[in-house]
């Protein structure tokens, strides 16, 4: 199988395909999380939306993976490197996902404040890359976007209403959100490579100020609903027992991502701090992840290379 | 609440019922209405009508008719004894008929329909 991370190319193309990897892995896995609701949603109509908007990410990773596949076999250098071995064929530490993705859906309010936190985060980038120097990229933008209006759409209308009460969905989500969101600053851990994809304005702006960004839109819709206490309590990056590799060796406490965390200045929330360690851009995952990568490779790990 | 779900395929067609959908509000109606019956390109248009709203005519039974009306349908009057006699008048004379019949018979009929709606 050919792995196209570990072949030889410039540094400019680690860089173009770790961003294409964190792209295109944050959306498989939360798409393959989302579909865990299918059957189970808290209502049929939901069920559907749900499942739906499972489909859309997967479909927005596809995209990812192509132009990544695209890129690395048009400079000869991952011959072959089909799509389903990209998305499906790399081992755990191959991933570069943000954790936040990999989370088990614990409840539904849990679910919500992830799709919320997530889909929130994939438009601010979405709407950066839009004018990313490297066409193919900025071109995508344009049909993800459509659908993640809908996203928002959708995570919106059920933060409002969960946030509007009664008191247990109220407080439900409260915890939902808490809980994601120190993992949810991980979406913007920086991409190894970033300052050369920012000077050559592939990434048009670098992640700390994409996740001001996200900061700003998030803090202004949890003022909104009076649920301020999330940016309060909400944990640091990179909270959670760590496992480094499909080894099963434990990643050493040093290289955990951590930080920064967030402080209300003047009118604004701020993020403190610098990002430390390496967290699931390196292919650091969470004790969540195994079980969920095993799941979503599994049937391409028995069969690899067939055809469906 | 139950909200019933309107869509038209494309901006020529009229609304149509597609099915319906329980949601709280009218928003949530419309975000859930979408995804469950325009997930595949369905249509160009959608809407949501509370079911409350709806107005049903009170008197249903009103809506079979009561006396024979076969009259005013096509199907009223049957043909096929005067086409076999006139068959048979054809072949007797040794004749044939040579013309294939209309093409597009289900459009020619659609048009004689709505000509005639109006009328009956």
Known sequence: MTDVQTVAGTSLDQAKLALLLALADDELVIGHRHSHWTGVAPQIEEDLAFSSIAQDEIGHAVVWYTIAADTASGSGRAEGASLDALGLGRPMEGYRNAILVERENRDWAFTIARQYLYDTADDVRLEALAGSSWLAVADATGALRREERYHLLHAHAWVDRLADGPVEARRKLGDGLVAAFGEALGLFEPLPGEEELVAEGILPAPHAELLQRWLDLVAADLSRVGLERVLEEGAVAGEGEMVATSSGEMAPAEVILAGPHVTRRGDQWVPVGEFRGRGGRHGIHSEDFPAVWEEMTGTYRAHPGARW | ?120
């Open chain 2, 1 to 120: 609440m139950r909200w019933e779900v309107l869509g038209r395929r494309t901006h020529d067609d009229a609304w149509t019922a597609v099915g319906a959908v329980h949601a709280p509000d009218r928003d949530l109606a419309l975000l859930l209405a979408k995804e469950s019956f325009f997930r595949h390109g369905e249509g160009v248009d959608l809407a949501v009508v509370l079911l409350a709203d709806i107005h049903r005519f009170a008197e249903p039974e009103l809506l079979e008719p009561s006396t024979d009306k076969s009259y005013r349908l096509q199907r009223g009057y049957p043909l096929g004894d005067k086409r076999r006699r006139a068959a048979e008048r054809v072949q007797a004379a040794g004749a044939t008929i040579d013309r294939p019949r209309p093409a597009d018979r289900r459009a020619r009929n659609t048009e004689h329909r709505s000509r005639e709606a109006p009328s009956s």
